[in-house]
């Protein structure tokens, strides 16, 4: 089971840390993704860290601006968003595969568990 919590209304330039709480499987050996989903539109790859050394990816609208990362003792990832643009705003799911393949990290079906999502609306 994942659990996202940190959402919520900020304004251009500001910051959100979200957070990915996970219980019920072996958080270690998972890869964590964050997904986002906009009004009419699909949902997308946002951030990606590997369970096997760490190495972690990022789609290209969001490079530089946001950080992911994993805390194995805690059983938690977080998804540290800066530099929030109104286009950032959306739903932002997290997401657990225990054999993500990362060329694919994109895709949905790489995942076995999700989060319920948390809303993040960043005002210009």
């Known amino acids: 089971q994942l659990q996202a919590s940190g959402g919520g209304l900020v304004q251009a330039g500001g910051s959100l840390r979200l957070s990915c709480a996970a219980s019920?499987?072996?958080?270690?050996?998972?890869?964590i993704g964050w997904f986002r989903q906009a009004p009419g539109k699909e949902r997308e790859g946002v951030s990606c860290?590997?369970?096997?050394?760490?190495?972690?990816y990022y789609a290209d609208s969001v490079k530089g601006r946001f950080t992911i990362s994993k805390d194995n003792a805690k059983n938690t990832a977080y998804l540290q968003m800066s530099s929030l643009k109104p286009e950032d705003t959306a739903v932002y799911y997290c997401?657990?595969?225990?054999?993500?393949?990362?060329?694919?990290?994109?895709?949905?079906?790489?995942?076995?568990?999700w989060g319920q999502g948390t809303q993040v609306t960043v005002s210009s």
């Open positions: 997401a657990a595969g225990q054999y993500v393949l990362l060329d694919l990290w994109v895709l949905r079906e790489e995942y076995d568990y």
């Open positions: 019920g499987f072996t958080f270690d050996d998972y890869t």
């Open positions: 860290i590997s369970s096997s050394d760490g190495s972690t």
